[in-house]
């Protein structure tokens, strides 16, 4: 029995290795007998409990901190029902469950041959250990090492504090849950003002009221832990969260031929031109058609407005020069999708399907639309905007593509209009550029493999290259390079490609985390992923690759979107599953209900020791009244006294 020693709430909570909230819930709940010791706390007393309440473990942690020897305090508890698998470890907890298997190795065989007392032979080992290898090994430890060894394996022989304590945030589950309401929110609260707002929240609940609040940097660490999908999607909107979390196809350019695909696209030129014969001055806008296979650009036309016109003129243009295409890849635009070129494509209706044949049906030239809001899968789109912001920057009226890109001097050159240049100038010296310039540039784009799209474009290249055996004995079984993990997935590299490796439910969770990936070169339909600390995350299966034709980029467009509803359902039920825990009252509501007894508890007065009166000048000058001759007083007076003088006598 234990004298009477009276700890309080926080003490017990260190002792036990339990968090503050759990201690107080047992102490309300009768599991854990304390007394209330009045204070001048918020609620005006406090629990105490004493020592003997405790189990044996925290009273021996408790003495062992009184006398200052650390060899007291007795090992975690493990649950026997814990599996212990080396994968589970990081590198550096791994290292150190095989150095411990190795001290256990060398002990045994010291202790074969023994003819003394074991215990005695133990002792000596330990000296000659801590000797030799300047530790500080103690028996306790030997035996507990070799204990664990013995009943799970040398993965237990790791030290597992510093996983403990990254395992998860000492966060109310019920409080998180409210901060997560909050602070994922378009409005982008910033992390100090929820948690300011939820201070005066909690300790106005009923309910909450008794929980410690963690700190503000305890949040931030926990916001940062937060999946990257669910932060996007709740705080930037779902357009942000598609663009940027969701996977698009990954198209492949190996096994098709140059003129198997041409792609068109309208861009608007980032400079100010002069009209040869109007003299208007105008932002002008190009089209134009590029061979997909070699990004060769084929035609360039200038126009005034993007219209219909213009892409049926540059795709005469290129058919003249390069023959016709198999099939054109186009933007969902209104100025491709037209009945006279190539039809109405997905925007055809039961009225207007039977139209008559179109240019592109006549000369044998299928047309394939894009995705709509898919961008990364538009090449002609990167292509166009890179050459005209090159371009365009080229000369004294480049205008940027937004106002707080504009020069400051823009406007003054648009005085003087011999700045300007005719459009007819721009036309020549644009094409000069697209075919000794962009066309004869090498490019380390995918599937051009550093030549420029010239020599591409001429070379055919059609076959998708296939890994040699030579190529398959220089892959290495772990990918040296650490990377994140994107929106498709996880990629490793064969030879100069990239070969990618998905699941919805992992990316929605680890996108945008440092991983490694593990893979065998003889086998590459699936990868083993590891997080930074080389910590085994799950294994991943290939992803499915599309074309620009064929079954195969129909069942890759089916798996993409399939993918992208797993995704986006994880990501909502993520705050779904917090507002079960405990739903979150209006953000607004609560600050407002704040401010008002903020109001009625403002004793503040505004009553000055000292009063100053408003005096008014008394040497003011008046003006006259009425009439202007000037009355002598002077004269008055001592006309008043000789009046006097004379009544007197």
Not at 175 to 202: K, P
Not at 295 to 320: H, N, P
Not at 544 to 553: I, K, L, P, R
Not at 570 to 592: G, L, S
Request: aromatic fraction near 10%; charge should be neutral; hydrophobic fraction near 35%.
């Amino acid at each position: 029995m234990v004298g009477e020693i009276l700890l309080n709430l926080q003490d017990v909570a260190e002792l036990e290795d339990k968090s503050w909230e759990a201690i107080n819930k047992s102490v309300r709940r009768g599991k854990i007998n304390a007394i209330k010791i009045e204070t001048n706390a918020r609620c005006g007393f406090e629990y105490r409990v004493n020592l003997d309440e405790l189990s044996d473990k925290a009273k021996a942690k408790y003495f062992a901190r009184l006398k200052g020897n650390e060899q007291l305090a007795i090992p975690d508890i493990i649950d026997d029902n814990e599996v212990y698998n080396l994968e589970d470890l990081t590198a550096e907890q791994r290292d150190q469950a095989f150095y411990w298997e190795g001290v256990l190795k060398e002990y045994k065989s010291y202790i074969r041959d023994c003819f003394k007392n074991k215990t005695e032979k133990t002792e000596e080992f330990v000296n000659v250990f801590n000797a030799k290898n300047k530790t500080n090994l103690t028996v306790r430890t030997l035996y507990d090492k070799q204990k664990m060894y013995k009943k799970y394996g040398a993965a237990a022989l790791a030290d597992g504090r510093k996983a403990r304590e990254k395992r998860g945030h000492k966060i109310d589950e019920r409080v998180w849950s409210i901060f997560l309401q909050w602070w994922l929110d378009e409005n982008q609260r910033s992390v100090s003002y929820v948690y300011t707002v939820l201070s005066r929240y909690v300790s106005d609940h009923e309910e909450l009221s008794m929980l410690k609040l963690p700190s503000e940097p305890t949040f931030r660490r926990a916001v940062e832990e937060l999946p990257k999908p669910v932060i996007k999607f709740f705080r930037e909107g779902n357009k942000a969260f598609e663009d940027d979390c969701l996977p698009y196809i990954i198209r492949t350019y190996e096994n098709i031929y140059s003129n198997d695909f041409w792609s068109s696209d309208y861009h608007t030129l980032d400079m100010m031109v002069r009209d040869d014969i109007t003299g208007e001055v105008y932002r002008p806008h190009i089209v134009g058609w590029i061979d997909i296979r070699s990004r060769k650009i084929l035609s360039m036309r200038l126009r005034k407005e993007s219209d219909s016109d213009g892409v049926v003129l540059s795709f005469r243009d290129a058919a003249l020069k390069y023959g016709l295409p198999s099939k054109v890849y186009l933007d969902n635009g209104r100025e491709f999708l037209t009945y006279a070129f190539g039809g109405r494509g997905k925007r055809k209706d039961g009225s207007a399907s039977n139209y008559g044949t179109n240019i592109l049906d006549r000369i044998g030239v299928e047309m394939v639309n894009a995705i709509v809001k898919n961008a990364k899968a538009k090449v002609v789109e990167r292509i166009f905007k890179q050459v005209t912001s090159e371009f365009a920057k080229l000369f004294i009226t480049y205008c940027g593509n937004r106002p707080g890109n504009r020069p400051e001097r823009h406007n003054k050159v648009l005085k003087n209009v011999d700045n300007i240049p005719y459009a007819s100038e721009i036309k020549e010296e644009l094409l000069a550029y697209v075919e000794g310039w962009y066309n004869l540039k090498s490019s380390k784009a995918e599937g051009l493999k550093g030549k420029c799209p010239n020599e591409c474009y001429s070379s055919l290249l059609v076959n998708k290259r296939k890994i040699t055996d030579d190529q398959a004995n220089i892959l290495l079984t772990r990918n040296e390079r650490k990377q994140s993990v994107d929106r498709n997935g996880v990629y490793v590299k064969v030879g100069t490609e990239k070969v990618w490796f998905y699941d919805a439910e992992f990316v929605a969770l680890y996108q945008g985390q440092k991983v490694y990936a593990r893979f065998d070169p003889d086998e590459l339909t699936s990868i083993r992923v590891y997080d930074e600390h080389e910590k085994f995350l799950t294994v991943l299966d290939r992803a499915a690759e599309g074309g620009y034709e064929g079954v195969a980029d129909t069942e890759a467009m089916k798996k993409v979107n399939s993918d992208k509803k797993k995704v986006k359902t994880i990501v909502k039920n993520f705050i779904e599953n917090k507002e079960k825990i405990m739903e979150a009252p209006e953000m607004r509501d609560v600050v407002i209900n704040i401010a008002r007894q903020n109001i009625e508890n403002d004793n503040s007065t505004y009553d000055a020791d000292i009063l100053e009166g408003m005096f008014i000048n008394e040497n003011i000058d008046y003006k006259k009244a009425v009439g202007d001759v000037e009355v002598n007083f002077s004269k008055m007076i001592e006309n008043a006294k000789k009046q006097k003088e004379k009544d007197g006598n």
